[in-house]
C-alpha cells in the first residue's frame, strides 16, 4: 500500500518568512495530493491540492509542487501570518483506492 | 450549504463498553469515508462507502469495527466491547462524486476509553 512520509515534524518561522514541508510518497499509481491544515480540536481543512499531471500549483500565499518522478510533494506558505500556524498534512491518494494516506503531521508555529 | 456534521462530538466510554458514532455527510455526495485519528497522529483509514455499498474495510482495526449506510446518506461506526487502544478522534469525510477526489470532512468524534 501507499505510504506517505512527512518532513519536517515541528517548524517554527517568524512571521513574514516562508515555509516548506515537504513530503514523500512510495506508490507511483498515486495522482492527488492534497494538503490539509487542521487547528487544535477542529476539523481537518483542505487548502490546496495538485493532480499528477500538474507540476505546481498556486493560490495566493500558498504554493504546491509535485515531481512525480522523484515522488514527492511540496507544500509553500510566503509572508506567514500568525494565523496560519496549525498543523498541516499531506496525503496521497490512489483514484483505483480512493482511500487518501496522510503523513503524519508538520506543527507550524509563527512567531510574530 | 451545511458541511458534514458527526455525533456526538466527546464520548467517554468504559472498557467493554459498545459505542455508536454518527456522520451526517454533505447533502448529496455519493461517497463517504471513515478515518481514525490518534493524538499527534494523521488521519487512517478505515472504511469507503459509495452510496450504501461499503466498497473497502480494510482499515478496520478488529471485527469489534462495524460501519454501515443503510439508506446512502447517513453513517453509523459501531465499536463493540471498546478497548483502551480505541481511543482516537474519529473523522468522517464525504465526497460528491465516487472518484472525485476532494473529501470535505467533519469536525470528528473524540472518543474516550477508560
Known amino acids: 500500500g501507499e505510504n506517505v512520509e512527512q518532513h519536517p515534524s515541528t517548524l517554527s518561522v517568524q512571521e513574514g518568512d516562508s515555509a516548506v514541508i515537504k513530503c514523500t510518497y512510495s506508490?507511483?499509481?498515486?495522482?492527488?495530493f492534497p494538503w490539509y491544515k487542521q487547528e487544535l480540536g477542529k476539523r481537518p481543512q483542505l487548502i490546496i491540492d495538485?493532480?499528477?499531471?500538474?507540476g505546481e500549483k498556486k493560490d495566493q500565499r500558498i504554493a504546491v509542487t509535485l515531481n512525480k518522478t522523484a515522488k514527492h510533494f511540496s507544500l509553500h506558505i510566503t509572508e506567514t501570518q500568525p494565523e496560519d500556524s496549525a498543523v498541516y498534512f499531506c496525503?496521497?491518494?490512489?483514484?483505483?483506492?480512493?482511500?487518501?494516506?496522510f503523513g503524519t503531521g508538520t506543527r507550524l508555529t509563527i512567531i510574530p | 450549504g451545511a458541511g458534514v456534521s458527526q455525533s456526538p462530538r466527546y464520548k467517554v466510554a468504559k472498557r467493554g463498553q459498545d459505542v455508536a458514532l454518527r456522520c451526517d455527510p454533505i447533502?448529496?455526495?455519493?461517497?463517504l469515508f471513515w478515518y481514525q485519528q490518534a493524538l499527534g497522529q494523521g488521519p487512517e483509514f478505515l472504511t469507503y462507502?459509495?452510496?450504501?455499498?461499503?466498497?473497502?474495510k480494510s482499515g478496520l482495526p478488529s471485527d469489534r469495527f462495524f460501519a454501515e449506510r443503510p439508506e446512502g446518506s447517513v453513517s453509523t461506526l459501531k465499536i463493540q466491547r471498546t478497548q483502551q487502544e480505541d481511543s482516537a478522534v474519529y473523522l468522517c469525510a464525504s465526497s460528491p462524486l465516487a472518484g472525485v477526489e476532494t473529501q470535505y470532512f467533519g469536525p470528528g468524534t473524540r472518543l474516550l476509553v477508560l
Open positions: 462507502f459509495q452510496n450504501e455499498a461499503q466498497l473497502d
Open positions: 496525503a496521497a491518494l490512489d483514484f483505483g483506492n480512493e482511500k487518501l494516506t
Open positions: 495538485i493532480r499528477s499531471n500538474v
Open positions: 506508490d507511483s499509481a498515486s495522482n492527488y
Open positions: 447533502s448529496g455526495h455519493v461517497s
